[in-house]
């Protein structure tokens, strides 16, 4: 059982524009940032968005991040083939004193 | 360029002990908190280990307290994960990954294979 929910599966067709939730708690999202990954299948995780909406150097601005209380969510627009992948999003959990992970969004491309 | 590369991944019989290293190289180690997380096959990331700059503050996951510890020499900015007691349900792809205050896990080593199998 993940510290951090988001639904398994999430699909879209090219150019439209699809959003990833990610439910968390007091512990985490409540207190702390939402941090977002992408994972292509065989590679590491790659970070897409810090601290809540911050995009990295180098991630394209069709990404997009929020978060509100405890909750948060991924937005990609102008969907591309190459976003299909795996997406986590992951938090700080102070119950933990370390990393939770979301289960994970599969992505997939129609 | 920041990299991180892992090693030490093997096959190992249940019960038995491995030890995973983490190469860091492009910035200055001695700054970064790192963490370890590892993927079973088919399965979403778990976080295990975390340790500071200094090394002073560890902290586990439950499933792995009392079995693994995680240690680093910033003289030679290396990372280690020493696993004992290894179970069926250790078998993963382990990462590294920096820990920056401001961007969060911001990069990670590709990962390396431990299989746990009689």
């Known amino acids: 059982q993940s510290v951090l929910t988001q639904p398994p599966s999430a699909s879209g067709t090219p150019g439209q524009r699809v959003t990833i939730s990610c439910s968390g708690s007091?512990?985490?999202?409540?207190?702390?940032?939402v941090y977002w990954y992408q994972q292509i299948p065989g590679t590491a995780p790659k970070l897409l968005i810090s601290?809540?909406?911050?995009?990295p150097s180098g991630v394209p601005d069709r990404f997009s991040g929020s978060k509100s209380g405890t909750s948060a969510s991924l937005a990609i627009s102008g969907l591309r083939a190459e976003d299909e992948a795996l997406y986590y999003c992951?938090?700080?959990?102070?119950?933990?004193?370390?990393w939770g992970f979301g289960g994970g969004t599969k992505l997939t491309v129609l | 360029e920041v990299q991180l590369l892992e090693s030490g991944g093997d096959l190992v019989v249940p019960g038995g002990s491995l030890r995973l290293s983490c190469e860091v190289s492009g910035f200055r180690f001695s700054n970064y908190e790192m963490t370890w997380v590892r993927q079973a096959p088919g399965r979403g990331l778990e976080w295990l280990a975390y340790i500071s700059s200094s090394g002073e503050n560890i902290y586990y996951a439950d499933s792995v307290k009392g079995r693994f510890t995680v240690s680093r020499d910033n003289a030679r900015n290396f990372l280690f994960l020493q696993m004992s007691s290894l179970g069926v349900a250790d078998t993963a792809i382990y990462y590294c990954a920096r820990h920056d205050y401001n961007y969060g896990l911001d990069h990670w080593g590709p990962g390396t294979l431990v299989t746990v199998s009689s």
């Open positions: 992951a938090s700080w959990d102070d119950n933990l004193s370390g």
């Open positions: 601290r809540d909406s911050q995009r």
């Open positions: 007091s512990s985490n999202l409540g207190v702390g940032y």
